[in-house]
């Protein structure tokens, strides 16, 4: 595979940037908007006008909104990259999308569908049947019982828990240890056990 550059210069950088190491794949650039910088002995630059399709991207902004502008700023300029982690088990039948990462001790099993740009985070459990738009942030530990849909740009927090068959809406946010046993609409805050609507935006 071609070197990689990574967009963002932070702590999930750092993650990403093991993930590829682990895998033998070279990163060939940091680019971060707060540039120049040293991050982990890489020179942090800006972004340049000099992309092409021939540049592998990945996005290492945690932030779903952030990460969803930056791709749409160099979609048309560069491709993308998936990084995934050697620990993570991965069903054959599964499908992940370009600029999707997946992190240390993740299992993600039969017919599960990701789409691009996601995140799903250290030792998160996405089970059969699972469908995760675009730009989705899973985060560690979470588990996602079968046959569970997750819109755009949610952000899944640590812990949390999806009972099967449940619909989640696009820009949602779901709290650290929320368990989540009813379809939640879009654009809402949810928290508890069970979890309940504390915001909509």
Avoid: W
């Avoid at 985060?139 to 989640?168: D, K, Q, Y």
């Amino acid at each position: 595979m071609d070197k990689v550059n990574i967009f963002g210069a932070s702590g999930h950088a750092k993650v990403i940037m093991n993930i590829l190491k682990l895998n033998k794949i070279a990163i060939r650039n940091l680019y971060d908007d707060r540039a120049p910088f040293e991050l982990l002995g890489y020179n942090v630059l800006s972004l340049d006008n000099n992309l092409t399709k021939t540049s592998k991207f990945i996005v290492a902004i945690g932030n779903n909104g952030i990460r969803r502008k930056i791709v749409e700023d160099v979609l048309n300029k560069v491709s993308f990259a998936v990084a995934i982690h050697p620990n993570a088990t991965i069903d054959t039948t599964s499908f992940l999308g370009n600029g999707t990462v997946v992190m240390a001790n993740c299992v993600i099993n039969a017919s599960v569908q990701i789409g691009k740009h996601c995140i799903i985070n250290s030792a998160a459990v996405i089970e059969h049947d699972c469908i995760i738009e675009d730009y989705v942030h899973v985060s560690p530990n979470a588990t996602l019982c079968g046959n569970v849909r997750i819109g755009a740009e949610t952000h899944i927090g640590t812990g949390a828990i999806i009972i099967p068959n449940i619909e989640i809406g696009k820009n949602v946010t779901i709290g650290a240890g929320a368990v989540v046993i009813k379809n939640i609409p879009d654009n809402v805050t949810i928290v508890g056990n069970p979890a309940r609507i504390i915001k909509k935006d």
